[in-house]
């Protein structure tokens, strides 16, 4: 059997066959190409769940041009890549697994279209630490322009994960209702302790050699070129926004739903197990979030799932209470679902639905990106 046909003529051939028929022709063919058009096939009447569509753009056939593809993961590896133009576009699309956009323009933001009804509670990837070809090229701007024509075909939001902590600013800058909206935050590798400290502050007690150069800055005969200049707050750079303040303000919001919201901290994937979330950062965020409940005036409810057992070995489990809000904060360490440490805040004495809550602290403790259903990842060598 030929495998050189045009696609739509291997549409018309298919749909002859029996379901029986397909199946025994995929066990047949182990031919890529043949898989891959079987599986636009299958897309095209929402015979199966859409699996790992990669959005591309590479140099296809002979005609040594640039362009848009698409590439299907089979389990093992991707697919042969096909090109956008020949691929017929779902038309009773059920689910997806996940889509990763390396490449956007008219066409794929028309596919994309096409899947909206199915965009209901998607996970969002901003990818920054992934390399291709040896190459390590982080493009932000362009995956924050493609989010912002994502969102409207998106129906609801379910969490975001993000690769680079110093995107989360930028982020809630262009974005503040989005962010503010989403159940799970997900952060990758975060220096918690560094990050807390992105503004250089001065010593309180200034020293002598900072003492003369603040006189000499402001006296009348130094050269106005060299004075410096006030700061207008609504141009801060993003390095000098405060990004674990952020994160406490998100968990302090208070969802519309009354859902409780979820932190999760974890390494990136590493094969030498190079990537760790240090100790050191982990206590000091631990102690934020103890300072930010013990000052806090309004309940809320929140999970912050670590799930490293390393960064928490020397640290105890506790249980603190706010009387002022009637509320409780602990950490208990979790010895399955490959150990770390839940901490959990929630309102004491309270008369609510123990297994409502049992419910949303198993799926704060058990949640993992990769296991979401709908993904949707934003590469940071987007084009």
């Known amino acids: ?209 900072r003492q003369r150069w603040n006189v000499l800055v402001n006296s009348s005969n130094f050269p106005n070129c060299a004075k410096r200049k006030s700061v207008d707050p609504a141009n801060l750079n993003n390095e000098n926004v405060d990004i674990l303040s952020l994160i406490l303000n998100w968990l302090s919001t208070k969802r519309k739903d009354g859902e409780p919201r979820m932190l999760q901290l974890r390494r990136s994937s590493d094969a030498n197990n190079n990537n760790k979330l240090e100790e050191s950062s982990v206590i000091e965020f631990i102690n934020a979030i103890k300072k930010n409940f013990i000052e806090s005036k309004e309940p809320v409810s929140y999970f912050i799932r670590m799930r490293e057992h390393n960064c928490i070995e020397n640290i105890s489990n506790f249980k603190l209470t706010n009387e002022l809000t009637n509320e409780c904060l602990e950490m208990n360490k ?10 959990s805040r929630y309102l004491i004495n309270e008369i609510r639905d123990e297994q409502w809550w049992r419910q949303r602290e198993e799926k704060a403790i058990k949640w993992r990106y990769a296991s979401r259903l709908r993904r949707i990842a934003l590469l940071h060598y987007l084009k």
């Open 334 to 343: 979790i010895k399955n679902e490959k150990g770390g440490a839940l901490i």
């Open 1 to 209: 059997m030929k495998l050189d046909l045009p696609l739509n003529i291997w549409m018309d051939i298919l749909a002859l066959l029996t379901r029986q028929e397909i199946a025994s022709l995929a066990e047949e063919f182990s031919d890529r190409r043949f898989c891959t058009i079987l599986a636009c096939y299958l897309h095209r009447y929402g015979l199966i769940t859409l699996p790992t569509l990669r959005f591309d753009c590479s140099t296809y056939g002979a005609r040594r041009q640039s362009a848009p593809t698409i590439h299907a993961w089979h389990g093992r590896g991707w697919e042969s890549e096909l090109p956008l133009a020949e691929a017929p576009l779902p038309v009773n699309i059920r689910n997806f697994t996940s889509l990763e956009i390396c490449y956007f323009d008219s066409k794929v933001a028309q596919f994309v279209q096409r899947m909206s009804p199915i965009f209901n509670n998607v996970v969002i990837n901003l990818v920054s630490d992934s390399k291709v070809g040896g190459t390590k090229k982080i493009n932000n701007k362009k995956q924050f322009e493609v989010l912002r024509h994502l969102l409207p075909s998106i129906n609801s939001i379910e969490g975001i994960r993000i690769e680079d902590l110093e995107m989360l600013p930028e982020l809630n800058s262009k974005f503040p209702t989005t962010f503010l909206d989403i159940k799970v935050l997900q952060l990758v590798n975060p220096n918690l302790a560094v990050s807390s400290n992105n503004i250089q502050k001065l010593p309180s007690t200034p020293t002598a050699a």
